[in-house]
């Protein structure tokens, strides 16, 4: 499997539920970042994981918490969400370097019921 | 000033014509402008990428034109087909990171009729 691959593509989940969003890249990649698409709105960066510690971290709630256990992986934990939060998770992954292309995932559509 | 604003928000052609989508920026510090084409149901897919030392970049049917004193950028599909039907998101980043910070524009829905 080439690419970078996201589990689930679809996620419905209450606001008390807790779930776990995955990526996995096979690009050889040490840099892999989470993005929050909304409609409508420029993509959010979230969180950015470069040679697996975290360098990025934009103001995201506390609800949401990032893992990234080795360079092909990476994780967005959920708990108690908002409503506020449905939208299209994406991750991407580049090599480590400014200004090196981001490789998309296909992203998790996650509705807040 | 981190901001990258995009225009128009959607764009309808007619098979064979021109498309043209126009980015501009604030921070001038930004030092690489790609553009990502997003089909339904997917990822954005790099689609081609300029750097301010160049005013023009060329990729089969898609050609990104730089300002730099206008602090401007955009996207030409030439010959545009309805398979370039998609979203297209203009983005900019700096250097002086050892990872990716892109700041994207809002994105711009193009139709191609037939």
């Known amino acids: 499997e080439t690419g970078v691959t996201q589990t689930p593509r679809h996620l419905v989940m209450g606001m008390t539920n807790k779930k776990s969003l995955k990526c996995e890249q096979h690009?050889?990649?040490?840099?892999m970042y989470w993005y929050k698409q909304s409609a409508k709105k420029p993509l959010e960066l979230m969180f950015v994981?470069?040679?697996?510690?975290?360098?990025e971290n934009n103001s995201v709630p506390s609800r949401f918490s990032p893992e990234c256990p080795n360079s092909s992986h990476l994780f967005l934990h959920l708990h108690t969400l908002q409503p506020e939060d449905s939208a299209l998770y994406l991750c991407?992954?580049?090599?480590?370097?400014?200004?090196?292309?981001?490789?998309f995932g296909d992203g998790t559509r996650l509705s807040i019921l | 000033q981190q901001q990258v604003k995009q225009s128009p928000q959607s764009l309808i052609v007619q098979k064979g014509g021109i498309s043209i989508i126009n980015c501009a920026y604030e921070?001038?510090?930004?030092?690489?402008f790609p553009w990502y084409q997003q089909f339904p149901g997917k990822g954005p897919a790099l689609l081609i990428a300029?750097?301010?030392?160049?005013s023009e970049k060329k990729e089969g049917r898609f050609t990104i034109s730089f300002n730099k004193s206008a602090k401007q950028f955009s996207l030409h599909i030439m010959d545009s087909q309805p398979g370039d039907s998609a979203t297209y998101f203009c983005?900019?980043?700096?250097?002086?990171?050892?990872?990716?910070?892109?700041?994207f524009g809002q994105g711009t829905i193009l139709t191609v009729h037939p």
């Open positions: 991407a992954s580049s090599q480590e370097s400014s200004n090196q292309p981001q490789h």
């Open positions: 690009l050889g990649h040490n840099a």
């Open positions: 994981y470069s040679l697996e510690e975290r360098v």
């Open positions: 921070n001038t510090a930004f030092d690489y």
């Open positions: 300029i750097r301010p030392d160049v």
């Open positions: 983005a900019a980043s700096t250097r002086g990171t050892s990872y990716g910070k892109l700041t």
